[in-house]
T-cell receptor, first 114, second 112 residues
Framework: SQTIHQWPATLVQPVGSPLSLECTVE??????LYWYRQAAGRGLQLLFY??????ISSEVPQNLSASRPQDRQFILSSKKLLLSDSGFYLC?????????????FGQGTRLTVV | GQQLNQSPQSMFIQEGEDVSMNCTSS?????WLWYKQEPGEGPVLLIA?????ELTSNGRLTAQFGITRKDSFLNISASIPSDVGIYFC????????????FGTGTRLTVIP
């Protein structure tokens, strides 16, 4: 069966520090990978998605970047964090089919920038 | 991105009551998904719908893909305290990695 791992679970970082969140998927190949951000009590905002190694699409301009160095690894980064980068970050994967796409989420990372 | 209007935004119900929430869009979707998110966790997929008019159940949960393909509803029967959480709808307009859009969520509180 497929599993998705995301770490760390919580992170407190000072303003201006770098960020690296990692996500890996097991049990499938060539998945679509996503990074979402969720503000407190709000919906999900798609930040990046990737359909293959080295292929990254950004949905919103921001202080963050993403990379996919391996088929099942997706990394969210920042060179210098801002206070506004605080939030709940979710990694997800999907495998498109003839019928549609079901996305499966990791446990999330709670990032607090202080 | 696409706008999915999910209602109600929040619900407070007594244990044992039935719950109904829905999601509407101005665009046609070819897939509807319903998720539940508990505090501090990622959303968990509850039900996936692929055909207009499709009615699918998962235990006490029932969801339907609207016949117009622009809406979907989720019902929970005989609610229990562990049903507490935020329920999200999601819809896909066409195949492709960037075409899955989420509603703003319905926060459900069950009073024992």
């Amino acid at each position: 069966s497929q599993t998705i791992h995301q770490w760390p679970a919580t992170l407190v970082q000072p303003v201006g520090s770098p960020l690296s969140l990692e996500c890996t998927v097991e049990g499938t190949s060539n998945p679509n990978l996503y990074w979402y951000r969720q503000a407190a009590g709000r919906g999900l905002q798609l930040l990046f998605y990737s359909v293959g190694i080295g292929q990254i699409s950004s949905e919103v301009p921001q202080n963050l970047s993403a990379s996919r160095p391996q088929d099942r690894q997706f990394i969210l980064s920042s060179k210098k964090l801002l206070l506004s980068d605080s939030g709940f970050y979710l990694c997800a994967w999907s495998k498109g089919s003839l019928y549609g796409t079901e996305a499966f989420f990791g446990q999330g990372t709670r990032l607090t920038v202080v | 991105g696409q706008q999915l209007n999910q209602s109600p935004q929040s619900m407070f119900i007594q244990e044992g009551e039935d719950v109904s929430m829905n999601c509407t869009s101005s665009s046609i979707f070819n897939t509807w998904l319903w998720y539940k998110q508990e505090p501090g966790e990622g959303p968990v997929l509850l039900i996936a719908l692929y055909k207009a008019g499709e009615l699918t159940s998962n235990g006490r949960l029932t969801a339907q893909f609207g016949i117009t393909r622009k809406d979907s509803f989720l019902n929970i029967s005989a609610s229990i305290p562990s049903d507490v959480g935020i329920y999200f709808c999601a819809g896909q307009t066409q195949t492709g990695a960037n075409n899955l859009f989420f509603g703003t969520g319905t926060r459900l509180t069950v009073i024992p």
